[in-house]
């Protein structure tokens, strides 16, 4: 049973760029939510999406986007790129229940020169 | 604003100790809590899990103890080994999941 699989695992950018990172839940889970980790720091929420729409967000600006599809995969969309964003993106699957643990993939390295 | 944050930034213990580490919360209203591990290179790996209507609850090798009280969380690892050495973050549920800063576990053989 595969679980949370993300791609690609890293990626380099230059400021001004654009990004798309993507997400396949694991097997039965309709939820993903995508984080934004650090170094250093604990992963920070960015938004979740269900039912193909954002549910719920960070504290993050609108460079960031996101899209779910019908088969509840996850794309993650960052413009006009920031040294700032260099981080580890990581994505969580959940199945839409009341707290219900989510599980996370490997993440996204994302270097911004 | 809401939070979740750790007690030390780093334990360093032996082989075979046993291990505790501490959270503090600050959202009186969370009713759900999950420890995280995450090595080096890797996304966080589930835990153990509590609700706010439990004070304990154990896993295999881990307890997980929930103080409402004072709003504090800790995590034992029995026995423990080199395979547990990771960043382990305690995370609450409010409107989103809420990772504190994390806690690097160092075990010596």
């Known amino acids: 049973d595969a679980g949370v699989t993300q791609s690609p695992t890293h990626l380099i950018k230059t400021r001004g760029q654009q990004v798309t990172l993507r997400c396949s839940p694991k097997s039965g889970h309709d939820t993903v939510s995508w984080y934004q980790q650090a170094l250093g720091q604990g992963p920070q929420f960015i938004f979740q999406?269900?039912?193909?729409?954002?549910?719920q967000r960070g504290n993050f600006p609108d460079r960031f986007s996101g899209h779910q599809f019908p088969n509840y995969s996850s794309e993650l969309n960052v413009n006009a790129l920031l040294l700032g964003d260099s981080a580890l993106y990581l994505c969580?699957?959940?199945?839409?229940?009341?707290?219900?643990?989510?599980?996370f993939g490997d993440g996204t390295r994302l270097s911004i020169l | 604003g809401e939070s979740v944050g750790l007690h030390l930034p780093t334990l360093s213990v032996q082989e075979g100790d046993n291990s505790i580490i501490n959270c503090a919360y600050s959202n009186s209203a969370s009713d759900y809590f999950i420890w995280y591990k995450q090595e080096s290179g890797k996304g966080p790996q589930f835990i153990i899990d509590i609700r706010s209507n439990m004070d304990k609850r154990q896993g295999q090798r881990v307890t997980v103890l929930l103080n409402k009280t004072v709003k504090h969380l800790s995590l034992q690892i029995a026995a423990t080994q080199p395979g547990d050495s990771a960043v382990y973050f305690c995370a609450e549920i409010g409107t989103a999941l809420i990772f504190g800063k994390g806690t690097t576990l160092s075990v010596s053989s």
């Open positions: 969580a699957s959940s199945a839409m229940a009341i707290n219900q643990p989510q599980h």
């Open positions: 999406y269900y039912e193909e729409e954002e549910r």
